[in-house]
């Protein structure tokens, strides 16, 4: 009896440290990324962008050391506008925005965006949604064991907060149309 129940009670087991390392992780990626965008708000950290990154990389690498981190900031005039699509004309009514359908270039990039927000820090006033994706190798063997599991892991985090009011807000362009 022992030894049919020991094969899905370690399969239940690994799936469960599987499950609580990724969740420690996850809870360590929100931390650091709160952190890191708090401080990044103040006047003192313009420029200081590898700085801030290098707070989050360590507090991950910490507990995955195996983590590759990609790092994402956009700032918008304000919250309600984080990644709100670029104003179009739907008149195909197929819920996107197809070639030929007029646009407001919010962005000033020349392309319909998803998300209208500006890459980069932005400047006093401004919302800036700082996004941390990670990629690591799982720590406990669970994808031989349990289908349409890989053997990497992805967790992002994402976090808006408005820079504090040290200059104005970054120069947004007046929008264009485009098609």
Do not use: H
């Amino acid at each position: 009896e022992f030894a049919l129940v020991t094969p899905v009670l370690m399969i239940v087991l690994m799936g469960l440290f599987d499950l609580s390392y990724n969740m420690y992780t996850n809870e360590m990626l929100n931390g650091a990324v709160q952190q890191a965008a708090r401080a990044a708000t103040v006047e003192s950290a313009v420029g200081k962008e590898a700085e801030l990154d290098q707070i989050v990389t360590n507090a991950v690498k910490a507990v995955a050391p195996e983590a590759s981190l990609t790092f994402s900031r956009k700032f918008y005039a304000g919250f309600s506008d984080v990644n709100r699509p670029e104003d179009w004309d739907d008149s195909d009514t197929d819920g996107t925005c197809d070639d030929g359908e007029a646009f407001e270039d919010a962005n000033g990039n020349g392309i319909w965006d998803i998300s209208a927000g500006t890459e980069g820090m932005g400047g006093g006033r401004d919302a800036v949604l700082y996004s941390v994706t990670i990629d690591y190798p799982r720590v406990f063997p669970v994808a031989g064991f349990l289908p349409g599991q890989s053997n990497d892991y992805s967790l992002t985090a994402d976090t808006v907060l408005r820079n504090q009011p040290y200059g104005p807000q970054a120069a947004n362009l007046a929008p264009s149309s485009g098609n």
